[in-house]
């Protein structure tokens, strides 16, 4: 799982995540990915089917059930700007983060990707 700063906003900074596939370089190759790399999104950008495949490899989100990632800042459930971070209202694979800590996106095979948020 992949997570990175998405948009560093005044108020808060919205993390995004995306499922990778590895290691698995003939995978990443075969879809489109030609310059050697090990871990891949499921699909190239655009790709028609990318959304449907990430769906599928990320599962649903134990706390809101949309397809995507559970994320938590720390140990911390994102329950809204109270709690220090709320899950995106239109998108599972993006996150708010109102306060300095380490957002966490795990899928439902348990693999997880952080990155320190510092808003």
């Known amino acids: 799982m992949d997570v990175k700063a998405y948009n560093k906003g005044r108020e808060f900074w919205t993390m995004d995540s ?3 596939v590895g290691p698995d370089p003939a995978y990443c ?12 999104p499921v699909r190239l950008p655009g790709h028609p089917e990318r959304f449907t495949c990430e769906n599928w490899a990320a ?15 720390g140990d911390d459930s994102c329950t809204g700007p109270e709690s220090g971070c709320a ?4 998108n599972q694979y993006q996150l708010r983060v109102y306060r300095h ?4 996106a795990c899928v439902n095979n348990g693999i997880c990707g952080e990155e320190l948020a510092e808003p």
Do not use: S
């Open 59 to 73: 599962g649903k989100a134990k706390d809101t059930g949309r397809p995507g990632p559970t994320w938590t800042l």
């Open 18 to 20: 995306t499922p990778l």
């Open 87 to 90: 899950n995106h209202p239109e």
């Open 101 to 104: 800590g380490v957002a966490v």
């Open 29 to 40: 190759r075969e879809i489109g990915y030609t310059d050697g790399r090990r871990y891949c």
